[in-house]
C-alpha cells in the first residue's frame, strides 16, 4: 500500500501562484509515474501532469507554459508548481502513484482562484 498526502492548496487571485506537495509513505515503488489531477465541481477528473521516476514530464494543454511538475525522489515527494492561474485552475487536485501494484490516490487539496 502507498500512502499520498498533499498539502499546499488554497485560494489566490487570479495571476497568483501555488505550489502543492505530494508526500508519499508506505510500499514506495522505485519506478512509477506520479502524476496530478483535478476534478472541477460537475466535471471528471482530468490529468493536469505526471512524471516518470526517469524525470520525464507531460502536460495537460491547459497548463503548458504555467504549472510544473518535479520530483525528489530522495523525499519520495511530488511537486506541482503553479504560476498565472486562472479561475478555470479552480479544483480539487489530486496526487496519483501509478505503480506496478496499481493506482492510489491522495484524498486531494482544494485550489480557488478567485477573479
Known amino acids: 500500500q502507498v500512502q499520498l498526502v498533499e498539502s499546499g492548496g488554497g485560494l489566490v487571485q487570479a495571476g497568483g501562484s501555488l505550489r502543492l506537495s505530494c508526500a508519499a509513505s508506505?510500499?514506495?515503488?522505485?519506478?512509477?509515474?506520479m502524476g496530478w489531477y483535478r476534478q472541477a465541481p460537475g466535471k471528471q477528473r482530468e490529468l493536469v501532469a505526471i512524471?516518470?521516476?526517469?524525470?520525464?514530464?507531460n502536460y495537460a494543454d491547459s497548463v503548458k507554459g504555467r504549472f510544473t511538475i518535479s520530483r525528489d525522489s530522495a523525499k519520495n515527494t511530488v511537486y506541482l508548481q503553479m504560476n498565472s492561474l486562472k479561475p478555470e485552475d479552480t479544483a480539487v487536485y489530486y496526487c496519483?502513484?501509478?505503480?506496478?501494484?496499481?493506482?492510489?490516490w491522495g484524498q486531494g487539496t482544494q485550489v480557488t482562484v478567485s477573479s
Open positions: 496519483n502513484d501509478h505503480n506496478q501494484a496499481g493506482d492510489y
Open positions: 512524471i516518470t521516476s526517469g524525470g520525464s514530464t
Open positions: 508506505g510500499s514506495i515503488f522505485s519506478i512509477n509515474t
